[in-house]
């Protein structure tokens, strides 16, 4: 609890914070109205809200309304747009070095080939084949 006193206390600023990062989180006269992921609605329960209602209360000495937004508006927040960016980034990387192999380049030049993005996936180490020996045995 003194862990939410100290977050409530530190934006206790006027909202000054709030309107230098845009985020989904808003605030209107004595109402404030949180948005959750889906997978945090319990924090929505009573017993969590009358507990931060109360840190909010006594950390700020105004009166609030809690209301909460769970899901699709929750979704949609900086962070979760950060997230799918970086998820997107994370697909993006392996294709786009793929397409700039040497070999691919010259196949698709050659050929007038087109990439269907969906097809290019990352080999697993079971299907790769061993790398070549030296023993004259295994030859």
């Known amino acids: 609890m003194a862990g939410i006193r100290r977050g409530v206390a530190a ?7 709030r309107r230098r990062r845009p985020s989904s989180n808003r605030s209107t006269g004595n109402v404030l109205t949180l948005a959750l992921p889906a997978a945090h609605k319990h924090l929505a329960d009573k017993v969590y809200a009358d507990k931060l209602k ?8 105004r ?8 899901g699709s508006a929750a979704e949609a927040s900086l962070a979760a747009q950060k997230k799918r960016a970086q998820a997107e980034a994370e697909v993006a990387r392996p ?3 793929f397409r700039d192999e040497p070999f691919v380049q010259d196949v ?3 050929f ?26 295994h030859r």
């Open 11 to 17: 934006r206790a600023d006027g909202g000054a914070a």
């Open 54 to 61: 109360a840190a909010l209360d006594q950390a700020t000495g």
């Open 63 to 70: 009166k609030w309304m809690l209301a909460f937004e769970v």
């Open 95 to 97: 294709r786009r070095r």
């Open 108 to 110: 698709l030049g050659r």
């Open 112 to 137: 007038d080939a087109k990439i269907k993005p969906d097809s290019i996936k990352p080999l697993s180490t079971a299907t790769m084949a061993p790398p070549p020996s030296d023993d004259p045995r």
